[in-house]
């Protein structure tokens, strides 16, 4: 049971609790309740549902899967912060390409081998992650969940009476 | 480069770059910044924070490292939602609490071979670890490690002007 195989599923396993775990509260929240601020003068939860979207979306190319499936989203929710004048995609449009591109991803890593979870991740050269070894498509994945679940706490916000 | 010890590492190095995150976080924040509430109606910065070093606490005995260093916290922050009205230790003895938890849990990751991970825990029986291998230590971490990112993203809220 210390098998490379099995400690890499671990990882990846704990990808996908975080992302049930936000499906599940996403579900739980309607598409009006989405346009409203986490707390005042912060995000929207249409704008964190964007910027999780693109985010996910860029780890298809990050993690040499594939090209990105809504790149029109990365100026909206990424390289601009939340602004109520700009006209965002429908949230009901923004669930499905979540899911599109959750589903894409998962698709991609029920494949993947220990190995090439070690591999580099293309934002990092050869010749640095020669040095590097550590920059690999697993930390990636690492980092991602870790900011999947920062924003999960902040959309909790949202719904009410949820303390935590 | 896939043995089972880089790849533990991995993620035990992502528990330590999400605590040195909230550690960075939580040095930028005043005692009084942390007296105020994360959002309307929410949890005060204060009650993270204790509730952050009950659940870190609680890990040693959970990973098989030690006994809870502040057994008192349990009451106040995990079993209790925040309320005003109840007496709170001052901010300043729980950043020490805080620190000393984490030091005493990164002193003892720091020995811990793979094979050490990949144990039960001490809330599984031996019986059920047999049929659940993947309920063990190194799980834990994950899990508590997304756990500190949910809080830290609504402790970002407690910044003026961090949007995300």
């Given at each position: 049971?210390?098998?490379?195989t099995f400690i890499t599923k671990l990882v990846v396993d704990s990808w996908h609790i975080a992302l049930h775990r936000l499906n599940q509260h996403l579900d739980s929240l309607t598409n009006d309740q989405l346009m409203?601020?986490?707390?005042?003068g912060r995000n929207r939860g249409v704008y964190l549902l964007g910027h999780l979207t693109t985010v996910h979306d860029k780890m298809l190319p990050l993690l040499f899967l594939g090209d990105v499936l809504y790149p029109e989203l990365n100026d909206l929710f990424l390289t601009h912060a939340d602004n109520p004048e700009t006209l965002f995609p429908a949230?009901?449009?923004l669930r499905g390409y979540w899911h599109a591109v959750n589903s894409a991803l998962g698709k991609k890593f029920v494949t993947m081998t220990t190995e090439e979870w070690l591999h580099r991740h293309s934002a990092i050269s050869e010749e640095?992650?020669?040095k590097e070894p550590h920059r690999n498509r697993l930390s990636v994945l690492l980092n991602r969940t870790n900011h999947m679940?920062?924003?999960?706490?902040?959309?909790l916000f949202l719904k009410k009476g949820a303390l935590e």
């Open positions: 049971m210390t098998s490379p409203l601020r986490i707390a005042p949230v009901s449009d640095d992650f020669a679940s920062n924003h999960y706490g902040q959309l």
